[in-house]
């Protein structure tokens, strides 16, 4: 099998682990292009799927996921990474912060990011930046990013979810 088919693989079966638990506390999952047509059809705890955004490079980009809970107060657009062999993808990593801090319209932005691939020092390198609020603005500093992995995910939305 060929490293990228390899990737794409284990990045899909991070999306469906993130579809998993969250339809599991009661989201219902949707395609964002059909929920913004006729959102009044739908409840208040979504999960919307490939939701855009214009990038800092001002093209069209996508999100894997947006969450939407009235329930529990909650808007975090979810950007999942996976890096399963070496690779280059780790080497994009401060374009995604970029885009989290300067292009996504949410608040809250989740970046769950896992596999054995990542260069040492890259997951550090983001979780440092994210910390350190680098390269953040006046305007942008207000922004909540959360850096998990799988596990951290399952954690966090076990104790987010059942209160």
Not at 13 to 39: C, M, S
Not at 76 to 103: F, H, M
């Amino acid at each position: 099998m060929e490293k990228g088919t390899k990737s794409n693989i284990s990045g899909n079966q991070l999306e469906v682990a993130v579809k998993t638990v969250l339809t599991g506390k009661r989201f219902e999952l949707v395609k964002y292009r059909v929920w913004e047509k006729n959102p009044e059809k739908y409840g208040k705890e979504l999960l919307l799927e490939n939701v855009p955004f214009t990038t800092v490079y001002e093209h069209h980009g996508n999100t894997e996921f947006l969450l939407i809970s009235e329930k529990y107060e909650l808007k975090i657009r979810i950007e999942c990474k996976w890096q399963q062999v070496a690779g280059s993808v780790d080497e994009k990593l401060p374009y995604l912060y970029l885009n989290t801090i300067e292009a996504m319209p949410e608040d809250s932005i989740m970046i769950l990011i896992d596999g054995s691939g990542w260069k040492t020092g890259a997951i550090k390198w983001l979780k440092d930046a994210v910390k350190q609020k680098k390269y953040t603005t006046e305007e942008n500093k207000h922004k909540e990013i959360l850096v998990f992995s799988l596990t951290d995910f399952f954690t966090w939305a076990n104790k987010t979810f059942n209160r």
